[in-house]
């Protein structure tokens, strides 16, 4: 068994300097994976999740914040990242036991970000309708 796998995918949900608002961690989605790493990622005991508009994808989560890097190397620090990113990423395994039950969780070791789609909030609020 792998002890980790280098995956290319699409990055969405990238909450990687501020906690999720539901999970309480640091976490992002790597989505569109292939199958060779969805085979190398199940091989390592994780399970690849399916969803329309993500592919096949694995939510990394984490209690520290998430250091994502650019293709030369330099710290995207501060940079929000938008869904649809594109990246690769450098993942492993560890296995967890909580209140009786036990799994295995991907465990993310490096973020690189090759290609940085800008997060932005272009919510419009009409306040001339407000309930």
């Known amino acids: 068994m792998e002890d ?3 995956i290319k995918g699409d ?20 989505c569109q994976l292939s199958d060779g790493a969805v ?9 690849c999740r399916q969803k329309e508009g993500k ?11 998430i ?3 650019d293709k030369n190397g330099d710290l995207l620090d501060g940079v929000p990242i938008g869904n649809g990113s594109k990246g690769i ?3 492993g395994a560890y296995s967890w036991t909580f ?4 799994g295995v969780s991907p465990s993310l ?7 940085i789609v800008s997060y932005e909030d272009d919510t419009v609020l009409d306040t001339d309708e407000v309930l």
């Open 4 to 6: 980790r796998v280098k």
């Open 11 to 30: 990055i969405m949900w990238a909450c990687l300097d501020k906690p999720n608002d539901m999970s309480g961690k640091y976490q992002v989605d790597l």
């Open 39 to 47: 085979t190398a990622l199940e091989a390592m005991g994780l399970t």
């Open 55 to 65: 592919g096949y994808f694995i939510t990394c989560k984490s209690n520290n914040q």
């Open 67 to 69: 250091k994502a890097f």
């Open 89 to 91: 990423a450098l993942v």
């Open 99 to 102: 209140k009786n039950k036990e």
């Open 109 to 115: 070791k490096k973020l690189v970000i090759d290609e």
